[in-house]
């Protein structure tokens, strides 16, 4: 039962152009959400989370929105840049501390 | 931020042997620590949540006798893959909550382990 879910393996977007993640979940106890990035052979780095009290939250290029009556989130980054590239999971938790479930993961590729 | 460091990042052992895989917080205490197993082009597999001073809990289908996890110290846990074979090859990456619940996961750098 894959309670978190990314269905876009791959996305490929250019240089400065606006890249768009989506996840979706199913357990509707959850109510934080976390985006991190892997690069190969590496563990994965944190982006930028948000509670469900909230709807958005900003931080630099990085930006998470939050719908909770679709059960949808999405990470948005603008101006992608090619040191993107990564492979993107989101991941959800009941409470916050609690343990994650991750999605599949996205593999992004900005090209120059 | 949190540091969370884990040793060997690869590793190649022959099959039957046992290999062990350590977790470090660098700079916090971890009651707690999580183990995820990562196969190729697939997502992050939770293990088992290492508990300090107290056995661990392991996932739904995870031997515990196979993955023999160690939580003696608040900055310490081991990871020992028992009598390993080809198909316990995988990256493992551990991780710990950082400061005060914050949600925040941090990981280690993962390691690679390869049996021959």
């Known amino acids: 039962d894959q309670q978190v879910k990314q269905n876009s393996p791959s996305l490929s977007v250019q240089e400065g152009r606006i890249s768009i993640l989506n996840c979706d979940y199913t357990n509707s106890m959850f109510d934080y959400f976390l985006w991190y990035k892997k690069y190969p052979a590496e563990g994965p780095t944190f982006l930028i989370s948000i509670s469900s009290i909230k709807d958005k939250n900003e931080d630099g290029r990085f930006t998470v929105f939050l719908n909770k009556s679709a059960k949808h989130l999405s990470l948005h980054i603008v101006p992608s840049q090619p040191g993107d590239s990564a492979v993107y999971f989101c991941a959800a938790s009941a409470t916050s501390g609690s343990r994650l479930t991750f999605g599949e993961g996205t593999q992004l590729t900005v090209n120059p | 931020g949190a540091v969370v460091s884990q040793h060997p990042s690869r590793v190649i052992c022959k099959s039957g042997t046992s290999v062990k895989i350590e977790c470090r917080s660098l700079?916090?205490?971890?009651?707690?620590m999580f183990w995820y197993r990562q196969f190729p082009k697939q997502s992050l597999m939770l293990m088992a949540t290492?508990?300090?001073?107290?056995?661990?809990?392991?996932e739904q289908g995870v031997e515990k006798d196979k993955f023999l996890i160690n939580h003696a110290s608040l900055t310490l846990s081991t990871l020992t893959v028992t009598s390993a074979h080809p198909e316990d090859s995988s990256f493992y990456i551990c991780?710990?909550?950082?400061?005060?619940?914050?949600?925040?996961?941090?990981f280690g750098e993962g390691s690679r382990l390869t049996v021959l």
């Open positions: 700079d916090f205490q971890a009651t707690t």
């Open positions: 290492s508990n300090e001073g107290s056995k661990a809990t392991y």
């Open positions: 991780s710990a909550f950082g400061h005060a619940n914050t949600g925040e996961l941090f």
